[in-house]
């Protein structure tokens, strides 16, 4: 089991930029795919980025593709999420979550951090 830490969420004005980490750790990272969803009031939670750990395969939702891009830092063990342009549509509480590459579904998650875009 990884354990996972978010960082990085804060209020943003329209237009602009945050980056959101992910630091992983526990049990070798590079087993592991790690996503970024994001869950705003009254809708269901999204996936909208992942990266699988020890390639370069990524993932991107048609909100977030030509905006958002996802990488990781291998020697800090740790996936970042660079957001730009954002919208007041991107606020939310952005959760990274990690599987086992050979899983279908997310099973351990960080704790959250708030986006908020101001329009």
């Known amino acids: 089991q990884v354990q996972l830490v978010e960082s990085g969420g804060g209020v943003v004005q329209g237009g602009g930029s945050l980056r959101l980490s992910c630091a992983a750790s526990g049990r070798t990272v590079s087993n592991y795919v790690i996503g970024w969803f994001r869950q705003a009031p009254g809708k269901e939670r999204e996936l909208i980025a992942a990266?699988?750990?020890?390639?370069?395969?990524?993932y991107y939702s048609d909100s977030a593709k030509g905006r958002f891009t996802i990488s990781r830092d291998n020697v800090k063990n740790t996936v970042y999420l660079q957001m730009n342009s954002l919208k007041p549509e991107d606020t939310a509480v952005y959760y990274c979550?990690?599987?086992?590459?050979?899983?279908?579904?997310?099973?351990?998650w960080g704790q959250g951090t708030q986006v908020t875009v101001s329009s």
């Open positions: 990266i699988r750990w020890s390639a370069t395969t990524t």
């Open positions: 979550a990690a599987r086992h590459f050979t899983a279908d579904q997310y099973n351990t």
